[in-house]
């Protein structure tokens, strides 16, 4: 029998998108998964969509009395993780029917040092009546993966399928920045994994990243802001040794423009 594996699903206001995000699973080729819902003391009615399907065995439920934001919830649902990979999904997201079973395939041959797998995406955009589909690719060396390219690169894996000890290592996702881990927290643990480790990629379209009126990521301020704090403080861990110039590029995304060396004194 193969490994099991966990989907992390960490929830808020998500309406029909939860029901959706976890039919994917359902319908995955790779039968031998576990999934952990948070529920982040959501007000909507998307666990009363979903209720039917959370009567499976193999989900746990666990719901927050208050609203504790990404970072916490997800932190929430790995203390109950004891699987050796996790496959963490956005609510409003969901998943090619092959997903899992390509993440586990790689994960079997991937040495100990790779922390994260990801693949290609399709994102969905949302526009009233019709959707608009367009594939991302983020291709990159699983040889070659310097920090500092991957930071100037303005790089952001998708989807993110952890090595469940590594992530427990970094203590989880971390909250002791200004937003509390809400915005952006995929960005940090990214950032902190390459310390220590390597992310492995497969060219194969692995999630469909949905795009819609309600993203967390439509907060372009404070989301800029977070972005900003978390690259600044990367640099910092990393011995101080770059400036970081930043430029607003089109959808009003804040990215690095590039990286200047910091000049010492002698």
Do not use: C
């Amino acid at each position: 029998m193969r490994k099991e594996v966990t989907i992390l699903i960490p929830s808020y206001n998500s309406g029909n998108y939860l029901r959706e995000a976890i039919e994917s699973v359902f319908n995955q080729t790779y039968p031998y998964w576990k999934m952990i819902i948070v529920d982040d003391s959501s007000t909507d009615h998307s666990l009363f969509h979903a209720a039917d399907l959370l009567q499976d065995p193999r989900i746990t439920l666990i719901k927050n009395e208050k609203n504790g934001g990404q970072s916490i919830a997800q932190n929430i649902g790995l203390q109950n993780i004891t699987t050796e990979f996790f496959l963490q999904l956005d609510s409003d997201d969901w998943l090619p029917e092959n997903t899992v079973e390509l993440l586990m395939d790689t994960a079997e041959s991937v040495p100990e040092d790779v922390a994260l797998i990801i693949g290609d995406v399709v994102e969905v955009t949302e526009m009233r009546s019709r959707k608009r589909y367009r594939f991302v690719s983020n291709k990159w060396s699983n040889i070659h993966q310097d920090k500092y390219e991957l930071l100037g690169a303005n790089y952001i894996p998708w989807p993110k399928f952890y090595r469940t000890s590594s992530v427990k290592k970094m203590g989880g996702w971390a909250v002791n920045d200004p937003f509390e881990g809400r915005h952006a927290e995929d960005l940090r643990m990214f950032l902190r994994l390459i310390e220590e480790y390597r992310f492995y990629y497969i060219p194969e379209t692995i999630l469909y990243y949905r795009i819609h009126s309600s993203n967390s990521t439509h907060q372009k301020d404070v989301y800029k802001e977070a972005v900003e704090w978390i690259v600044r403080d990367a640099l910092k861990r990393w011995g101080n040794e770059y400036e970081p110039v930043f430029k607003t590029i089109r959808g009003g995304w804040r990215v690095i423009k590039k990286l200047i060396p910091i000049e010492r004194e002698e």
